[in-house]
């Protein structure tokens, strides 16, 4: 059974402003970068050790008779989605980044992130 505790100040400001505004992405931090043709496997397995090592990338919220509350998950895997996008036109692949960033996330008793590895034409 994980251990719970109080949310800081700017968590709560979080929480309080995705309870308001559910429908808004406003937290969302979409971030991309470009990486030299590789080995996309291996990049997705060292992201993925990298994403298991963090423990803040580990929190979650809660919420117990109206008060929220953060724990951190104690889950082996952290979702990582590989997708191939080699073999059409980059447009499709911005597209696709677009609109993830403007998706609200659930906020409790899910991770509060979403990581992608896109591969695309060289």
């Not at 251990?3 to 709560?12: D, N, Q, R, V, W």
């Not at 979650?60 to 191939?84: A, C, H, N, V, W």
């Not at 996008?85 to 692949?93: A, G, I, L, T, V």
Request: charged share 30%.
């Amino acid at each position: 059974m994980p251990s719970f505790h109080p949310l800081t100040h700017a968590e709560k400001r979080i929480y309080l402003t995705q309870k308001m505004h559910p429908e808004s992405s406003m937290w969302n931090v979409p971030t991309s970068f470009r990486l030299p043709s590789g080995d996309g496997d291996l990049l997705f397995k060292a992201v993925q050790l990298f994403l298991k090592n963090r423990r803040d990338i580990q929190v979650r919220f809660r919420e117990t008779d109206g008060i929220p509350q953060k724990y951190f998950s104690d889950r082996e895997d952290i979702p990582l989605l590989m997708l191939d996008f080699s073999d059409r036109d980059e447009k499709d692949c911005m597209e696709w980044m677009d609109k993830q960033s403007r998706t609200p996330m659930p906020m409790l008793e899910h991770p509060l992130h979403f990581f992608a590895v896109l591969r695309g034409t060289d």
